[in-house]
């Protein structure tokens, strides 16, 4: 039995829980909310500025898909999919406000992401295969959220010592969602009967471009600070990212290979977080 076979309708394990986390939490955080570093805050400012506009791209590319499904539970998944995403959007816009209000030019690489995105968004509505290509780039980055999801709740040593209480909050509970909605995506491009071989070919497709833009905006935000050139900037950077056991890059890797295993769904890998609990952490950032 093929893949697309397999998985021909919802494997969420869970209830997706939508949660309201308070957009202006981040706003008192300082200039170097993570462990008073350039590299380390920036890589998440990094993260962040790339967000808001994927978040909106992974509605679309999903909803373009939301009428040739049949089963009622991934349709209702969909709907809590796309609500969790929106808030994600709003939070992170907030806090990408206080990077632009340190002086960082924010609103320009959100620029640049926002006319790929929605170029290749209306690509989708002329061409099928580039609305069948916008949904595999959709799972995969899905995926590697989700790896790096499982790093940010499972890793707190290694990926949060030092963060301002208000931005680790905000990516807890980013990365608590994105575990929970974490297999819509590839069910509904399985359920409309997506290739495998594709989607692994845009596995490699979409990890490139979302370490480029991570990159490009890293180092832009480095220039504009006065840290790009530092010895001291990069020496952070290397244990930060490709620490042997412990890289926020590397530790992930294995995870990130399991997506090509025949048979592969985000589901079969780390099944066993408790919800819950990471919730009642988050206090009254959530409501």
Known sequence: MGAAETFSQSNTPLSIQVRKFDPAATEKAPKYFFDGDPFKTHFMNALSIL??????????????????????????????FCAQEAQHTLVHEAMNDLAARHGYPVAALEGIVRRDLRRFSKRGKKHSWARRAALAMTVCMEHFTAILAYQVLTNADATQQ?????????????????????????????????????????MFLSSF??????????????????????????????????????????????????????GFHPWKQHNDLDTHSYTAQLGAYVA
């Open 162 to 202: 030092g963060l301002d209480p208000s931005v680790k909050a905000l990516f807890q509970w980013h990365a608590l969602e994105e575990t929970e909605h974490k297999g819509v995506a590839f069910d509904v491009y399985h359920a409309t009967g997506g290739s495998p071989v594709f989607l692994r070919f845009a």
């Open 51 to 80: 967000f808001p506009e994927g978040e909106r791209f992974f509605i679309r590319s999903v909803l373009a898909y939301r009428d040739e499904i049949s089963d009622p539970k991934l349709l209702q998944e969909i709907k809590e």
């Open 209 to 262: 471009f979302f370490l480029l833009g991570l990159f490009v905006n890293l180092t832009v935000l480095l220039y504009k600070d006065g840290s790009l050139w530092k010895w001291s900037t990069w020496k952070t950077g290397i244990k930060f990212c490709f620490g042997p056991k412990q890289g926020f890059l590397t530790r992930p890797f294995r995870d990130w290979l399991a997506f090509f295993k025949p």
